[in-house]
């Protein structure tokens, strides 16, 4: 992961201004926006970082959400966080990776209304740090069922659910690491960029039910997936010279643009691959 930071910051040095603090005034918390209101989403990986704040975020804007991961005591904490803000949120467990644990989650989602409006696919994983050609089968298999096959699959046993409503989304959560690929994370960068091509398939697929696929790319983002803060300080000052905004990016800032694509106001936009990194690391 270290190699992986180093490695962005190399790419894009040269680009030098003053570091910006970052306000949380600066996030709209879509108190007064209830574009969503009536809608049902369904996010995976939504009990930290990012998934979290798009569950929130979804949550604040009207829907209702269904929070879900691997664990039950992070599904029940962050239920039990949301709901004390008089979020309309339910949870269940769902590692996505495995069948069951999907249709549990399915059927979570059609207690609210019947019905399901979005689906936002954050769960991923990285369990290797390596060579590519070195990753043994196993390894193959898991990144690319949890953070390929499972959007896929999850989708397949929702679309019947979303069809039944009028202007359904889809948002797949890739990485920057899609379109600059790191060494020794070879075989996550791969998972990340079949993502973009999986968005552009099913875009086109679902179009004719209506339903619009678009994926999310984000940069680094502040999390426990990335560390950066715990464990890599010293690479702080690179990172201060990294992108346009020179600074790492937070969740919540990951949300607003999920709360639009799934908005009417995003009626028109499918198939779209939409960095959320501080400055777009696409050539
Ligand atoms: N942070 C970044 O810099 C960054 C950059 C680009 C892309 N991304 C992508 O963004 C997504 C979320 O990353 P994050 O930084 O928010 O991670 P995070 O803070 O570590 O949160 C991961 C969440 O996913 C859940 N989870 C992990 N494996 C799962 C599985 N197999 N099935 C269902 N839930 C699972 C975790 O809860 P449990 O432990 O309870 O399962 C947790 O709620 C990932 O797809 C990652 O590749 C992150």
């Known amino acids: 992961v270290a190699i992986m930071f180093r490695t962005v910051s190399q790419a894009f040095r040269g680009l030098h201004c003053s570091s910006v603090p970052l306000s949380a005034r600066m996030f709209n918390k879509g108190a007064d926006n209830r574009s969503l209101a009536d809608r049902v989403a369904v996010v995976t990986g939504s009990t930290k970082g990012i998934g979290f704040a798009i569950a929130r975020r979804l949550a604040q804007d009207g829907a209702h959400v269904v929070i879900s991961s691997r664990k039950q005591q992070n599904v029940d904490q962050a239920v039990a966080t949301l709901q004390g803000e008089g979020l309309s949120v339910t949870g269940t467990v769902c590692h996505v990776g495995k069948a069951e644990d999907r249709e ?88 990340k960029t079949a993502l973009l091509g999986l968005c552009k398939s099913l875009a086109v697929e679902l179009a004719p ?49 999920v709360s639009f694509l799934c908005s009417p106001a995003a009626s028109y936009i499918t198939g779209e691959n939409i960095a959320v990194a501080g400055f777009s690391p696409k050539l």
């Open 209 to 257: 039910k209506g339903i619009r696929v678009n994926c999310l790319v984000p940069g680094i983002i502040k999390t426990d997936f990335s560390q950066v803060e715990k464990t890599m300080p010293y690479l702080q000052p690179d990172m201060n010279e990294l992108y346009g905004l020179q600074r790492f990016g937070e969740p919540e800032e990951c949300a607003g643009i």
């Open 104 to 191: 549990c989650l399915v059927a979570k989602a059609l207690e609210h209304s019947g019905g399901v409006d979005f689906l936002v696919c954050v769960a991923g994983v990285n369990p290797l740090v390596g060579s590519t050609l070195g990753a043994s089968e196993q390894i193959w298999d898991k990144i690319l069922d949890v953070n390929v096959k499972s959007p896929a699959l999850l989708l397949s046993q929702l679309l019947p659910h979303m069809e039944q409503r009028k202007g359904g989304s889809v948002i797949l959560v890739s990485s920057i690491a899609a379109y600059l690929p790191l060494p020794k994370l070879g075989v996550y960068n791969t998972s």
